[in-house]
């Protein structure tokens, strides 16, 4: 039998390209220096409050990148799935696709009623249920599917500066604010996400707090649960890895029941 499973592979490998051309876009952004140092002088009179604010927002195309990656990732499993009915002797397998559901019930009622699963051999259906794709299971594999769906049904889901920290010495006198901008539930923060700002210190006005330091951030899914507010780069390694790991031990278990 020739290599069933080198359509698989071959999409994976396709997948790494993608998000190595996302980590790049997202690392050149960065480098670009998206934001600015200013002096709020009208929100509190008398007091020079030093901010940072972020001037532009991630490239447009970002999201399309991260879609071509996790599309790649989700395209995998069912190729996986497809692979290993070929191998068990099926036909033009059309019930192989791998199985998600938001929850295990749901995923058992499908295959209950023999809408997901039916051509695949039964040890490699049982090894994808126990991978655990829903909701409260393996939650990256299962927002893997979102993910995808929610470019296919909607639009393409939204990258947003995550929660940027800056590290900065300051010549200022003893008690100075650090951060502190009040927000609308009355807790006090430095960043800002409505504004893209972040409030740096509070000093009296004219005084030079002489500034030095360093800004970090990240970029972030927004608007599907449970990825908002996650580290899309993180998100996205632990992703691949997953699709690997179901991968190989698809073929390892299609490998030890004697199909391939």
Same mark, same amino acid.
């Given at each position: 039998?020739?290599?069933?499973?080198?359509?698989? +592979?071959?999409?994976?490998?396709?997948?790494?390209?993608?998000?190595?051309?996302?980590?790049?876009?997202?690392?050149?952004?960065? +480098?670009?220096?998206?934001? $600015?140092?200013?002096?709020?002088?009208?929100?509190?009179?008398?007091?020079?409050?030093?901010?940072?604010?972020?001037?532009?927002?991630? @490239?447009?195309?970002?999201?399309?990148?991260?879609?071509?990656?996790?599309?790649?990732?989700?395209?995998?499993? =069912?190729?996986?799935?497809?692979?290993?009915?070929?191998?068990?002797?099926?036909?033009?397998?059309?019930?192989?696709?791998?199985?998600?559901?938001?929850? *295990?019930?749901?995923?058992?009622?499908?295959?209950?009623?023999?809408? /997901?699963?039916?051509?695949? @051999?039964?040890?490699?259906?049982?090894?994808?249920?126990?991978?655990?794709?829903?909701? %409260? %299971?393996?939650?990256? *594999?299962?927002?893997?599917?979102?993910?995808?769906?929610?470019?296919?049904?909607?639009?393409?889901? $939204?990258?947003?500066?995550?929660?940027?920290?800056?590290?900065?010495?300051?010549?200022?006198?003893?008690?100075?604010?650090?951060?502190?901008?009040?927000?609308?539930?009355?807790?006090?923060?430095?960043? =800002?996400?409505?504004?893209?700002?972040?409030?740096?210190?509070?000093?009296?006005? %004219?005084?030079?707090?002489?500034?030095?330091?360093?800004?970090?951030?990240?970029?972030?899914?927004?608007?599907?649960?449970? *990825?908002?507010?996650?580290? /899309?780069?993180?998100?996205?390694? +632990?992703?691949?890895?997953?699709?690997?790991?179901? *991968?190989?031990?698809?073929?390892?278990?299609? +490998?030890?029941?004697?199909?391939?």
């Amino acid at each position: 039998m020739s290599d069933v499973f080198h359509s698989a +592979r071959l999409t994976f490998d396709r997948a790494k390209y993608h998000i190595r051309d996302f980590n790049s876009v997202v690392a050149e952004f960065i +480098r670009s220096h998206p934001w $600015a140092e200013f002096i709020d002088r009208e929100s509190r009179p008398g007091s020079d409050i030093h901010k940072v604010r972020f001037e532009r927002q991630p @490239p447009e195309t970002l999201p399309c990148v991260l879609f071509d990656a996790a599309n790649n990732l989700r395209a995998v499993l =069912d190729q996986s799935g497809y692979a290993a009915a070929i191998a068990g002797g099926k036909v033009g397998p059309t019930k192989c696709n791998f199985p998600f559901g938001d929850s *295990l019930a749901e995923i058992e009622t499908h295959i209950a009623r023999r809408k /997901a699963g039916r051509d695949l @051999p039964p040890e490699i259906l049982t090894h994808f249920v126990n991978c655990k794709p829903y909701n %409260g %299971g393996n939650t990256d *594999l299962w927002a893997l599917n979102k993910l995808c769906n929610t470019k296919k049904h909607c639009q393409l889901t $939204a990258i947003i500066i995550n929660e940027p920290h800056i590290n900065f010495s300051a010549n200022v006198p003893e008690g100075t604010p650090i951060g502190r901008f009040v927000a609308p539930d009355g807790t006090t923060k430095g960043w =800002d996400s409505e504004k893209q700002e972040m409030t740096l210190l509070t000093v009296p006005a %004219g005084l030079d707090p002489n500034i030095r330091g360093h800004i970090a951030f990240d970029v972030a899914i927004e608007g599907v649960q449970p *990825l908002a507010g996650q580290s /899309a780069i993180r998100l996205l390694d +632990r992703m691949s890895s997953i699709v690997e790991s179901i *991968l190989m031990s698809t073929e390892a278990e299609c +490998r030890r029941q004697g199909y391939v």
